[in-house]
């Protein structure tokens, strides 16, 4: 493992079963049971979330900026659509089961819709990567939930 072959996006994993998983779901339960994800407190080294939203900006075409923040501006909603950075910071320091995947990191309802499979079946999936990430799962669920982490 380790060495990059053309034409494979990640080395090989395990694969496991449904039964696999949902006992590997339940040994990291123990480890980070639900209940574990209902509170959150700041960090006391949390960065301001702007500041974080501003240096992620360093990296984007500065004409769109103006653009990005106003349409943030628009409501609660708007703001964390693009606040992805900022809550991978605070989730980053929050429980979790360890379950890895490749996150959405943008899940919220916009970010889904319907695919024609090549069988012919209709899927419903997330169909927006901009922001994905190597991240535990549970970070993705709880973006889409917007669950309200604090006091």
Known sequence: MGKITPGVLAPPHEV?????WRTKGREQRRLAPRSCHARWVPPQDRPDPVAVLEEQA???VPDLMPIRYGRMAASPFAYFRGAAAPMAWDLAHTPTTGIRV??????HLLNFGMYAAPDRRLVFDV??????LPAPFDWDIKRLARVRLGP
Do not use: L
């Open 58 to 60: 360093k990296t984007r």
């Open 127 to 132: 169909n927006d990567f901009d922001e994905t």
């Open 102 to 107: 490749q996150a959405c990191g943008d899940a």
């Open 16 to 20: 496991f079963t449904p039964g696999e």
